[in-house]
């Protein structure tokens, strides 16, 4: 299976999407703030025969990251580590957001609101802070790949398609930036641009369970039933112990009429995580009435492998 994976998208290394198999170069970070200029009329002598004159004044507009404040001689950043440390993050954030408008653009403060934004249940602030960070180190793709990932949870799927492509376009040899886009694209029912991309990443890293298991389900998603158990059998290889790939490879099966296969592949899931209550569900249905099925019940499959930089390989 792996070899015709390779195989099959040795053409797709540099990054097939969906209907072009060479990805659009297309920005999508957070511009730094500008100034506005706004028109402004300027007062009129009575009787004075003066006609109107416009004066041009430029006005800054809101900083999406940066909270404005008028305290003087206190260092906010000092003060956000301190909180961090205290294990306070939303008071963490707040505190760093105000050291950027004492210091706008500055990277170290921009790393820890990223890094607070995801904490603090905020995924929009903090791809609004990798966005900049990737705009000011241009040419490094992990920065996008993390824009990428925090839209993701913000569920904002097309940004995140096109920030995963940005950081394949910087680095085409770093398999999680595919992973990304894949993974957005499966979210956003892109079924054809995830199939794609995840096979882009296996023929990047062969033993990416990862990306195995999420074109598994993407296969199962388009009805793809054959090829959904061929991958989600290799996925089982490189993560036996992971109750939600035997739970798809269940389902894989359980579509193709191997019935006695699938309610191994449930048990297996339940064994792992006794709480899985998909994966009871399933055992339960399958135990009634083991036959294949018809249509594509999605319902059945589970969700694509959890994206925080913590589960599967990283950059």
Not at 167 to 187: C, I, K
Not at 267 to 274: H, T, W, Y
Request: with cysteine; aromatic share 4%.
């Amino acid at each position: 299976m792996k070899k015709q994976i390779v195989a099959a998208v040795a053409a797709a290394l540099a990054f097939a999407a969906c209907e072009d198999s060479t990805p659009k170069k297309v920005t999508v970070f957070p511009a730094t703030p500008t100034p506005v200029v706004v028109a402004k009329v300027a007062p009129v002598i009575p009787d004075s025969g003066v006609p109107l004159t416009k004066v041009e004044e430029p006005v800054m507009p809101i900083d999406a990251l940066a909270l404005v404040h008028d305290t003087k001689n206190v260092d906010h950043l000092t003060r956000a580590k301190q909180l961090v440390q205290d294990q306070d993050p939303k008071g963490a954030l707040t505190e760093a957001r105000r050291a950027l408008f004492s210091a706008p653009g500055d990277a170290e403060t921009l790393e820890l609101i990223a890094k607070l934004g995801r904490q603090a249940g905020q995924p929009s602030i903090s791809a609004e802070a990798w966005g900049r960070l990737a705009q000011q180190r241009s040419g490094d793709a992990i920065a996008s790949i993390k824009q990428a990932r925090a839209l993701l949870h913000a569920k904002d799927f097309g940004a995140a398609i096109t920030a995963g492509r940005e950081a394949a376009t910087r680095d085409p040899g770093n398999p999680e930036a595919f992973q990304v886009t894949g993974l957005a694209q499966l979210s956003s029912g892109d079924l054809q641009g995830a199939i794609t991309s995840f096979k882009t990443v296996i023929a990047l890293q062969p033993d990416h369970g990862y990306a195995m298991n999420n074109l598994g389900l993407a296969y199962l998603r388009a009805n793809m039933n054959e090829q959904a158990v061929e991958v989600l059998e290799d996925a089982i290889e490189q993560l036996p112990n992971v109750s939600y790939v035997q739970n798809n490879l269940g389902v894989a099966y359980e579509r193709v009429g191997r019935a006695d296969d699938a309610k191994h592949a449930y048990q297996q899931a339940m064994d792992l995580s006794p709480k899985y209550v998909k994966a009871r569900v399933n055992a339960a249905r399958v135990a009634k009435s083991p036959v294949e099925l018809d249509g594509d019940d999605t319902t059945m499959s589970d969700v694509p492998h959890p994206i925080e930089p913590e589960q599967g390989p990283t950059p």
